[in-house]
């Protein structure tokens, strides 16, 4: 017999399913597929009758994604093509300024080093006279306080380290419990490695790739059954990020009880502890700035609700398309439908929905700069390692474009550069839209709503 299934689907259903959903699949494989006396092996025989009804539809359900592929895999290498031109002609870029000795070039870590040093002074860590505002919660600060006690540079070095060893420690961990085959982990790995979110949240000093190790971590111990730990994980990932407070809906909305508690008090633990360290009244400034947190219009704000702002309001950066400034609330209601449609889709994709409930989280706070792109990372090289080959590089080549892209049009005062100074607004929606697709039901015969197939692995987890 010829098996035309995908290898590993065909292979995990075989050996592991009874035989009355063995023979459901097997059934529901020729309608899709339409070709008579073609079944998996191991699995009842086909029928004749059922293959002539789908032979048709499955034809041309086959070309038609055939089609879509071929369509996404000449954007992404017409994008990677721009990408690269970009960065000739800027060149050499965000690698400069990842280089330089001035440490005022790596103003978020700047400001974070002063409230470390500040901390240590026993003054306020939000008034610390930095250029930028630090709105990170007490316990950031808490966690990278022994930087404050060395110089501003070699504490950025020493940080900028760390943030590369945690990104290349992260993705490979990702790939190894995702089991993405070796030709595609290479291409897919350099290029998230070279990608502008990353470079340029290298050169800023940024917090992202401790939130994205954490949320590797709660992703892989949930594979593992570890419950506990991917609650932790969690909790401690919206403790130094509350506007990623939606990732809780995870464990949530497949009622895994344990690792939602684990997460709330996790959150709520390293919340206190930083509440503890450097006094309530930094604590209440620093609920004071979130509090003051408004829609900011500027292009690198990728969010539904800073797009709404660009597009259709006045702002100083960039021309109105339209003057309907009452879109503005809309998008924050657009952005709850948001979380709540990718928090539906949870308990039928455990896997990908955690990274579908990352972006849709970006998409509804009212600050998510381009940087923020890093977090989604591991969930392009997971679409790779599902078969979604040319929607995962399609992903990887917007994240390649440069920063400089808004440079080419803020000059301009017209309709089209303001729709191409909202570029970042749409490759993060490709991004929720690409998990979203890719978010399918569990089977049938799974009876524990929202278990990812590699949990259900006998290899990983020794449990029936």
């Known amino acids: 017999m010829h098996c035309f299934y995908e290898k590993g689907d065909i292979a995990y259903i075989a050996s592991h399913y009874h035989p009355a959903y063995q023979m459901k699949c097997a059934l529901e494989w020729v309608w899709k597929a339409g070709f008579e006396d073609r079944c998996p092996e191991g699995m009842m025989p086909c029928y004749g009758s059922a293959s002539v009804k789908g032979r048709d539809l499955g034809v041309r359900q086959g070309l038609g ?24 002609y800027f060149w050499p870029g965000i ?7 001035s440490v005022r070039a790596h103003g978020d870590f700047y400001t974070f080093w002063h409230s470390a040093a500040a ?34 540079l070699l504490a950025y070095r020493i940080f900028s380290m760390v943030s ?28 998230l490695l ?37 609650g932790s994980a969690l909790g401690l990932v919206v403790a130094l990020k509350p506007s990623l407070a939606p990732i809780i809906l995870w464990p949530l909305m497949r009622r895994r009880w ?11 633990a390293a919340t206190l502890v930083g509440a503890i360290v450097v006094g309530p009244g930094a604590t209440l400034d620093w609920l004071m700035l979130l509090s003051d947190d408004t829609v900011n219009p500027f292009w690198d704000n990728a969010s539904l609700s800073s797009a709404a702002a660009r597009l259709f309001t006045e702002n100083e950066f960039a021309r109105p398309i339209a003057t309907l400034p009452w879109l503005v609330p809309v998008s924050y209601v657009l952005g709850i439908g948001a979380i709540v449609l990718t928090a539906v889709r949870v308990r039928y994709s455990p896997e990908v929905a955690l990274w579908a409930l990352v972006a849709a989280s970006l998409l509804a706070s009212p600050i998510a700069w381009h940087n923020y792109l890093v977090l989604l990372g591991p969930g392009i090289l997971l ?23 808004p440079t080419l049009w803020i000059d301009e005062d017209t309709v089209l550069a303001t729709l191409a100074l909202t570029l970042y607004f749409y490759i993060l929606l490709a ?29 990983r987890d020794p449990s029936p």
């Open 164 to 191: 590369v060893i945690m990104t290349i420690g992260c993705l490979t961990w990702m790939v190894r419990e995702a089991r993405l085959s070796a030709r595609w982990t290479v291409p897919g790995t350099v290029l």
């Open 383 to 405: 679409l790779l390692a599902r078969g979604w080959i040319a929607t995962g590089f399609l992903l990887l080549a917007l994240q390649s474009i440069p920063p400089y892209w």
């Open 194 to 230: 070279l990608s502008s979110p990353l470079l340029k949240t290298l050169a800023l000093g940024q917090i992202y790739p401790v939130l994205t190790t954490g949320l590797v971590a709660a992703w892989v111990s949930d594979c593992r059954g570890r419950v506990m730990v991917s």
């Open 258 to 268: 344990k690792t939602f508690a684990a997460s709330l008090a996790s959150a709520a």
């Open 119 to 152: 901390l240590w002074e026993g003054r306020d860590i939000y008034e610390t006279g930095a250029e930028a505002e630090n709105r990170n919660p007490p316990f950031w600060t808490v966690l990278i306080s022994p930087l404050g006690l060395l110089e501003p």
């Open 431 to 459: 991004h929720w839209l690409a998990f979203i697709i890719a978010s399918r039901r569990r089977p049938e015969g799974d009876k524990q709503p929202g278990t990812s197939v590699q949990a259900r692995d006998p290899l």
């Open 65 to 88: 994604r055939k089609i879509w592929d071929v369509i996404l895999a000449a954007t992404a290498i017409g994008v990677l093509l721009l990408a690269f031109a970009l960065d000739i």
């Open 95 to 101: 690698l400069e300024t990842i280089s330089t000795d």
